[in-house]
């Protein structure tokens, strides 16, 4: 690419590679999918237009998450982004305990609100929903009580 310009109208004259263009995907039944994860947590996630409803494993979500921090944390992408009682979310999740699960729902949700209208992928984006949270549990080692508190020591 440097050895094409032979001088700096030829870099004025060049043109910068558009933005990606971010596309609505949908699948046969015209609903968005996506899969969340957080921890050992993975969320299948489900995303048609509706009244507002939220299915987790076929409850209720304010069943399923009995915590009304952890509902919050569900709601979190749908009330940012101004769409509350425009969806219905219908999803599976597996692994972790309640709080991955419903920090994977939430990535899941996320994710699936960007496939089904691209427009609100700067508004979640930007309040980070769209990042996989990374941190997972550290490993235990040997010759350690768990991942890195010892055993007592005993002089005698």
Known sequence: MA????????LATQVEPAAPVHVQKLDAHGRAYATG?????????????????????????TEFFA??????IVQQPVVAADRN????????????GLSGQAGALRHG???????????LRAVLKKGGFLTRDS??????????????????????
């Open 3 to 10: 050895a094409d310009l032979q001088s700096l109208e030829d």
């Open 37 to 61: 994860k957080r921890k050992d947590a993975v969320a299948r996630v489900w995303l048609s237009p509706g009244a507002g409803r939220i299915i987790v494993n076929n409850k209720d979500f």
């Open 67 to 72: 915590r009304p921090v952890l509902q919050m």
């Open 85 to 96: 009682g425009q969806y219905d979310v219908k999803a599976t999740v597996s692994g972790g």
């Open 109 to 119: 949700i996320s994710k699936a609100l960007t496939y089904y209208e691209p427009e």
């Open 135 to 156: 941190r997972v549990v550290e490993r235990k080692k040997y010759g350690k009580a768990k991942a890195r508190r010892s055993f007592q020591f005993s002089k005698r």
